[in-house]
Structure formats: structure tokens, C-alpha cells
């Protein structure tokens, strides 16, 4: 599996704290990586030194979080890839797709902090030698691939990521995409994919006008500013209560890089890479109604990893087999737009797992991953410690400090939660250290549950916070420019995930569900 988390952590003024073996790979040259400055990490909230449970206790939780149960949401599941894609975009590290000889310190800088400016899309543009082979030869377009006949149905050119350099049968699976983490399960890269086919299209309706050496950098803000207007009116308000991001990006930030100048490169919170945006992990489900094909709960999660080149071997094909193509239809609903051709019945439709503190099973048993440290759950609550994570409490004071209004968990809401884990597992002293000091990616997604599944207080403001600053140290950005509208909704006022869809597959069923 390819890791999509980050394995070292450089955080701000604290240095290097935490590094598994076989830590990330440098991608610039010996020299180079030297004077390189590391991804941006800096800590939001307090030190949670002294704060941390034992090993033993955090295995337990970890086995009773990802022992399954906890039921579905409303949200659908198209949104949980959405959300791995952003998370991709936002740690995406530029540097591995320069070829880093002639790059400018503040390049560098900015290459290494996080942003949602789709650099995991566009790698470092078409004119970096070591991000052309993204492009098509215009210099405009971004590649697609072409699917490999399986089941009776042809190979079928735009569905899936491009691949074929190299030489081994594993080189020639890979994705020729910027973050190969996007090829990490189908899910992912086909949502890769549709973001593909956006720019391309946006390229395409450009007025002619557009002299041919400005058609590539005005359709890349184009695509942008849509993506960024989605993430905020869209996707944000789907995961954590909408009140929550609304005072946010209508009254600024209170906890998280205030005052800020907007241009300067943001940081990334390690309270929401390694606790709060980890909710995606509580989306995920267990068996998908993929297609046409891998119907009534056949698309396991399994295969969804065995057909992409990250964590599988695309099912011993070198391209995506055509029976698997993705069926949008089943992840989004588009009947927000007002298209009913384009609605399956419920019982087809696949809705994301509740944001609660539930995993299923399969990510108790992560593949490639040793057997004492295969558990996702255990592995984020490890992580969390190794960079000695604030607990749920020492935040909630914190962002009360900040000025911000939220209300505390109680320890019974804590213990009990709703309908999500029991901790009838854990000893009583475990039961107690736990209530005392909440480890925040478990107090987070205990607000969640109790929150009918989207994040509230502390979990939502961290997100809402991070998400915004992101957005406002983007080259192109929304919140900088708030005047700006989207031009490709249906108003000006709606851009949501499924009019991106729309507008990508030119709002034709025989392209978002080509399976029929
Ligand atoms: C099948 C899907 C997924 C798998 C197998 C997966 C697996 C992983 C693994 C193994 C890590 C590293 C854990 C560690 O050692 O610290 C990780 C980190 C992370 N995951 Fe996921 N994940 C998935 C989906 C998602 C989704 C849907 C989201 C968010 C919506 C998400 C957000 C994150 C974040 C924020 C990190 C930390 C990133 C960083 O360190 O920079 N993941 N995930």
C-alpha cells in the first residue's frame, strides 16, 4: 500500500518528532535536499507531553474502534474519496515531481506547504521538466488512459489514469500522475480521474479567444477557484455542522494562524492531520454496489485496493480492467441537480459510513503493513503520541482561551457515546486514563457521533480553520478574492460536487456510468 500518511513529522520551532522507519523518501537531490526545508507542520494547540496513554490501553481502544459496527450516514460515498483526494492535495510535497536543481528557495517553501491549489493534479505545471510527462503534447491537457477489454466490454479511452512508462510490468502499471497516493485504492484514482477530465474540459470551453500560451494557466485557475468554491459550500458543510464553517469563513479565524499575512505560505496543523482530518477513516465502507457489475455489495473494499497500482497489481492487468470503471451514479446523487436519469434507486446507492468512532473491520488489518502495526486505528492514535498530540480536553480549553463558543464533552459522553464504540474492553483504569486525558482523533469523532455525524466544537473548528488558511495561501484563492463567483453551476451561487461531475463527463450517463 502506498502510505499516504506523512512518516516524518518536522514541526515548527519543535523540529523532527516523529519518524518511522523507512521515513519519507527524499525526491530532491542529495544536495538540494540538504538546504530543502521539510513539509510545513506546526502545532496549534498545546504540547500534550505527559498526556499520552500507555501502548497497552491504545491497542485496546484500537481494536475495539476498528472492530466494525456503527451503521451509515447520509452523506454519500463518493464524498469519503473526496475527502482522501483533498487530503492529498493538501500534504501533497511539490518536490517530488521538480527536478529540483534550479528551484528557488521560496519555491521550495511553497512546494512544502500545504495548499488546495490541485498541485497533486498538476504536479509543478507543464513547463517543469519534471512534471511534462503529465501533459499531453500541447502542453495543455492532462493525460488520460485507456481501460483493457474485460467481460465483454472494450477498452474504453478516458477511464482510467494514464500509465505505461517504463519498463517492468510494476513501472508500467504505475499511474503517470503527480501523487502516486492517488492510485492508492479505485475509489481514489477514479476521482483522480474526474478531476482530470474537469481541467480538460474547462481547457476545452475556453473562448477561442485565449491566446493558445495563456489556455493552460487560465484554465487551471478556472478549475481552482470551482474546486475551492465546492470544498467550502459543499463538501465542508457535509462533514462538520454548517453553523461552524459559516462563522469561520465569514468571520475569519480565532485559533489557527491569525493575522496571518494572507500571502505568506501556510503550515499544516498536526491537530488536523494526524486527529481531525482523520475522520475519513470512520467513512469508509466495507463493500461497495460499485457498478453494474460488482453489484449488491461485491465492490469489497478488498478489490478496491487490488484494482489500483498503489495497493494492488490492478488485478494482474496493466491498465484498469473495463469492469471496473466507476458508476458516479452510485456515489453522488445527482438528483441535487435536478437529473433524475442520472438517480439509482436507494437500495443501488452507496452511502458513506457515520463519522463516529467506528471503523470497519478490513482497516484492522491494513495490507502491507506488519501485523502488530496494521491497525489504522491503533496507528493513529500511535501516531498522535509520537508527536505528543493535545488531548480532546487540553483543546477544548484552548479554543475556549481563542474566544471560540463550544461546549465540553462530559466524561459520560465520552464513555458512552451513541451507538458507536463501547469500551467494555478496556480495564477500569484504562476506562479512567481515556476519560481524563481523550486522545483528540477519539474526542473528535465522539462529538461527531453525538452530533448525528458531522463534526461539531473542537473537531469542527479545527477543520473549518484549516481549511480556510489553506484556501487563503492558494495561488489561485476564493477567500482572497471574495467577490468571485462560480461561472460553471447552475447560478452563481451553486458549485457542488455534482455539477463538477456534471460539467467533467458532460452531464451524459454514458460517461459517469458507462456500465450502464
Ligand atoms: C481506503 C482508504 C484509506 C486508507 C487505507 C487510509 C490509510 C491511511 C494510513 C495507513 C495512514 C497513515 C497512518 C499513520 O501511520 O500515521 C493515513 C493517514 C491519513 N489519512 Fe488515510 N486512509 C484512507 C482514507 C482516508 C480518507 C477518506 C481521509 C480523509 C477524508 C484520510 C485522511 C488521512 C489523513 C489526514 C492522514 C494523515 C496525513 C499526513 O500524515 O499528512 N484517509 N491513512
Redesign the pocket.
Given at each position: 500500500?502506498d502510505?499516504?500518511?506523512?512518516?516524518s513529522?518536522f514541526v515548527i520551532g519543535e523540529g523532527l518528532l516523529a519518524e518511522?522507519v523507512g521515513g519519507r523518501e527524499r525526491t530532491l537531490a542529495p544536495a538540494a535536499e540538504d538546504e530543502a526545508p521539510p513539509?510545513r507542520?506546526s502545532r496549534m494547540g498545546p504540547n500534550g507531553a505527559q498526556r499520552q496513554l500507555t501502548d497497552a490501553n491504545r491497542k485496546r481502544i484500537g481494536d475495539a474502534m476498528a472492530a466494525g459496527g456503527g451503521g451509515s450516514s447520509q452523506i454519500p460515498a463518493g464524498?469519503?474519496?473526496?475527502?482522501?483526494f483533498?487530503?492529498h492535495d493538501?500534504?501533497f510535497d511539490k518536490t517530488s515531481v521538480m527536478l529540483g536543481e534550479h528551484v528557488s528557495p521560496a519555491d521550495l517553501l511553497q512546494a512544502r506547504s500545504p495548499s488546495l491549489d490541485l498541485d497533486s493534479l498538476y504536479g509543478a505545471g507543464p513547463n517543469e521538466p519534471g512534471s511534462a510527462r503529465f501533459y499531453e503534447d500541447d502542453g495543455i491537457h492532462l493525460k488520460m488512459g485507456k481501460t483493457v477489454a474485460a467481460d465483454g466490454i472494450a477498452g474504453k479511452d478516458g477511464f482510467d489514469l494514464p500509465r505505461g512508462g517504463g519498463n517492468t510490468a510494476a513501472e508500467k502499471r504505475k499511474a503517470i500522475i503527480p501523487d502516486p497516493r492517488n492510485d492508492?485504492?479505485l475509489?481514489?484514482a477514479q476521482t483522480h480521474l474526474a478531476f482530470i477530465r474537469f481541467h480538460n474540459r474547462v481547457v476545452d470551453s475556453l473562448p477561442a479567444s485565449v491566446p493558445i500560451g495563456q489556455r493552460f494557466a487560465r484554465a487551471r485557475r478556472v478549475v481552482t477557484r470551482h474546486y475551492q468554491w465546492m470544498l467550502r459550500t459543499d463538501y465542508l458543510p457535509r462533514?462538520c455542522a454548517a453553523g461552524a464553517v459559516n462563522t469561520v469563513f465569514t468571520n475569519g479565524r480565532k485559533a489557527f494562524e491569525v493575522g496571518a499575512t494572507s500571502t505568506d505560505v501556510p503550515t499544516?496543523p498536526i491537530e488536523?492531520?494526524?486527529a481531525?482530518?482523520?475522520?475519513?477513516?470512520s467513512?469508509?465502507r466495507r463493500t461497495y454496489n460499485w457498478n453494474r457489475i460488482f453489484d449488491d455489495g461485491f465492490g469489497f473494499?478488498d478489490l478496491?485496493?487490488s484494482f489500483s497500482a498503489g495497493?494492488g497489481d490492478l488485478g494482474g492487468n496493466q491498465r484498469l480492467p473495463s469492469n471496473w470503471i466507476a458508476d458516479f451514479c452510485r456515489l453522488y446523487d445527482f438528483g441535487e441537480a435536478g437529473r433524475d436519469n442520472l438517480v439509482v434507486p436507494e437500495h443501488k446507492f452507496n452511502r458513506a459510513m457515520r463519522i463516529d468512532t467506528t471503523l470497519v473491520d478490513r482497516?484492522a488489518n491494513?495490507?502491507g503493513?506488519p501485523s502488530d502495526?496494521d491497525n489504522?486505528a491503533f496507528?493513529?492514535l500511535?501516531?498522535a503520541k509520537m508527536v505528543r498530540l493535545a488531548t480532546g480536553q487540553q483543546m477544548v480549553t484552548f479554543l475556549k482561551n481563542k474566544g471560540v463558543t463550544l461546549t465540553k464533552l462530559t466524561n459520560a459522553q465520552i464513555r458512552d457515546g451513541s451507538n458507536g464504540v463501547t469500551l467494555d474492553t478496556l480495564t477500569q483504569s484504562q476506562r479512567e486514563a481515556l476519560l481524563k486525558d481523550t486522545p483528540l482523533w477519539f474526542y473528535i469523532l465522539r462529538e461527531a457521533e453525538l452530533n448525528a455525524g458531522k463534526l461539531k466544537g473542537v473537531g469542527a473548528r479545527i477543520v473549518a480553520e484549516t481549511f480556510h488558511r489553506a484556501i487563503e495561501g492558494s495561488q489561485p484563492s476564493i477567500v482572497r478574492d471574495p467577490t468571485w463567483r462560480p461561472s460553471l453551476g447552475p447560478d452563481d451561487e451553486t458549485f457542488r460536487m455534482v455539477d463538477l461531475l456534471l460539467f467533467a463527463f458532460e452531464g451524459k450517463k454514458t460517461l459517469l456510468a458507462p456500465l450502464g
Open positions: 500500500m502510505k499516504h500518511g506523512s512518516e513529522y518511522s513539509f507542520f464524498f469519503t474519496y473526496l475527502g482522501q483533498v487530503d493538501l500534504t492508492e485504492n475509489a481514489v462533514i499544516m488536523f492531520s494526524v481531525a482530518f482523520r475522520l475519513g477513516h467513512m469508509i473494499l478496491l485496493f495497493s482497516l491494513l495490507p503493513f502495526e489504522l496507528r493513529n500511535t501516531r
